[in-house]
């Protein structure tokens, strides 16, 4: 039997990949350093952090806790280690981790380099002896959740856009993931985006589970030009049934006020938290919600402690939090 774990089940470690000056954080790189310092700061205390970065040493100068990171000189195009990371799966209980074929989002950036991260960190056995599985199959850990029981929930949009698996039609989409990652069913949201959002609509910036009975979900208020689009996503959420037949619970995740970089609109959302083994990076934007978002993840997860990350400068590079991070399970 297979199965992907959910993300709130037990971890040994978190990846991360650190900004550098040939990456598209150059135009503000010490700002963007900041926010991945703080990241990594949070995670590092609980659990084992793998920090993959251009320069040990003048990346070591940041922290003062080294002993709690294992730091990987590797080459990277980006930070965003949650679409080209591996996906962590149990095969008859035994940990092993697949390795999807990443293209950028269906080639809107370069990703050579990103693409080959995952086989290389296994190949320093930085993932101990759980054996790496690759898949010649474009996927991104961002445009899946899973509850950890069989069930996969996923975009239309970036599931089968016709730039990631052009010669595999819906069908053929689903027995993949049945059959690569042991889902039993697959949950199809064919409505909801974020202006400014690359990554065509990837889950983790529109619906989460937390656990197998419950999903947030982002919201917007009627006179936002993605209301319309939101609001049918609600209705869909509200149509889903658990694997037991009951309707989820559904808990609204309002989103933050509209922020620009530019003239640009950007994709700032709370549903792309991080869920780790005894915290939560939450990610705020200096916006009016932040303390009652604050308020209603303490509410929603109260055996850990809500850690609040500025994620403005994260959200002008198109991600956030969850974007930025990968788990691997135990």
């Known amino acids: 039997m297979i199965r992907v774990p959910a993300e709130w089940e037990k971890q040994d470690s978190i990846l991360m990949s650190f900004p550098h000056a040939q990456s598209d954080w150059d135009d503000d790189l010490q700002s963007a350093i900041s926010v991945f310092v703080r990241m990594a700061s949070s995670i590092c205390f609980n659990q084992k952090l793998i920090l993959i970065c251009d320069d040990i040493q003048k990346t070591k100068d940041l922290f003062c806790y080294h002993d709690k990171i294992s730091f990987v000189k590797l080459e990277t195009n980006d930070t965003w280690i949650r679409d080209y990371g591996p996906i962590s799966i149990y095969e008859n209980d035994e940990h092993k981790l697949i390795d999807f074929q990443f293209n950028a989002w269906g080639g809107k950036f370069e990703y050579k380099l990103d693409n080959a991260i995952t086989k290389q960190i296994h190949s320093k056995w ?11 199959f474009v996927l991104e850990g961002g445009s899946i959740e899973s509850d950890g029981a069989g069930t996969i929930l996923t975009t239309s949009e970036c599931l089968l856009n016709p730039s990631r698996n052009p010669s595999l039609s819906k069908s053929q989409i689903e027995e993949k993931l049945k059959s690569i990652l042991g889902a039993k069913r697959i949950l199809w949201l064919d409505h909801g985006s974020l202006i400014g959002d690359d990554t065509d609509a990837h889950i983790d910036t529109l619906a989460r589970f937390i656990d197998k009975e419950t999903i947030v979900y982002v919201s917007r208020e009627t006179n936002d030009k993605e209301h319309e689009s939101l609001s049918k996503m609600k209705s869909q959420l509200e149509s889903f049934k658990t694997i037991d037949g009951k309707p989820y619970k559904l808990i609204p995740l309002p989103l933050p006020s509209a922020k620009y970089k530019d003239g640009e609109r950007l994709p700032a959302t709370y549903a792309n938290f991080l869920i780790a083994n005894h915290v939560i990076l939450l990610p705020i934007y200096n916006d009016t919600l932040d303390k009652e978002m604050i308020s209603l ?34």
């Open 297 to 330: 993840f303490k509410e929603l997860f109260p055996s850990r402690e809500i850690i609040p990350i500025n994620a403005l400068r994260l959200i002008e590079e198109g991600g956030s939090i969850h974007c930025s991070t990968m788990h691997v399970a135990f």
């Open 126 to 136: 930085h993932f101990g002896i759980s054996k790496l599985i690759e898949e010649d």
